[in-house]
């Protein structure tokens, strides 16, 4: 069964450094999205990305958030300048959109982790 | 995006089947009704989705009326390892893509 691949599964930063989230979502997938869940809540809405460009974000998706398909394979999440209450995982998902065909397909997560 | 309420939490026993009732009482004509599956530490996992009356899989059956104001995620035969969160997403349509937005799900406890 096809996955979508999330690199790296923990990470640790300190306060104020930039960190890439990287995700490899599957092949014939159109549509692509970021979402994060703080520990113990719900999981959150970042940002959507479709035919190369954002579609959609959430009020969470500030100017410190950007996202990038650099290479037509790799969908990335950038965080400039990191804050304590950026520790969560995130969550990289995937959608081929057809008739009858919702589902996202989700990542693993990354833990992410500022110190 | 509609808005949907489920119960905060659910108990069963193994061997039992699970029913978990959402509500989404402001459901567009063109929105899809899915449910999602999460445990601990990892991404929510698609069940299953439907448009109306019953749709059945290999892992959960999902009932809609036909008013398709509520949906039933039925799981038949409950095993610890069903132990999870249960999330009902609205939305989307036949040709939209973009935000999901997640409620606070069920979660389901299965006791041997």
């Known amino acids: 069964e096809p996955e979508v691949t999330q690199t790296p599964s923990h990470q640790v930063t300190q306060m104020g450094q930039e960190v890439i989230l990287r995700c490899v979502p599957i092949s014939n997938h159109l549509y692509f999205y970021w979402y994060r869940q703080i520990l113990g809540q719900k999981v959150e809405f970042l940002v959507s990305f479709y035919n190369n460009e954002i579609s959609e974000k959430s009020e969470i998706f500030d100017d410190q958030f950007s996202v990038e398909r650099p290479d037509g394979s790799n969908f990335t999440l950038k965080i400039r300048s990191t804050k304590l209450e950026d520790s969560a995982m995130y969550f990289c998902?995937?959608?081929?959109?057809?008739?009858?065909?919702?589902?996202?397909?989700f990542g693993s997560g990354t833990r992410l982790t500022v110190v | 995006l509609a808005k949907t309420t489920q119960p905060i939490s659910m108990d069963s026993y193994e061997g039992q089947e699970v029913n978990i009732t959402c509500s989404h009482n402001n459901i567009a004509t063109n929105d899809y009704i899915t449910w999602y599956q999460q445990f601990p530490s990892q991404g929510p996992r698609f069940i299953i989705q439907?448009?109306?009356t019953k749709v059945t899989n290999e892992v959960a059956s999902l009932f809609i009326p036909a008013d398709r104001k509520s949906s039933t995620l039925s799981l038949p035969r409950v095993s610890l390892s069903d132990t999870a969160v249960y999330y009902c997403?609205?939305?989307?349509?036949?040709?939209?893509?973009?935000?999901?937005?997640f409620g606070a799900g069920t979660r389901l406890f299965v006791k041997a």
């Open positions: 998902a995937s959608k081929f959109l057809g008739l009858n065909n919702y589902g996202y397909t």
């Open positions: 439907g448009y109306k």
């Open positions: 997403l609205v939305g989307g349509g036949r040709t939209g893509g973009f935000k999901t937005i």
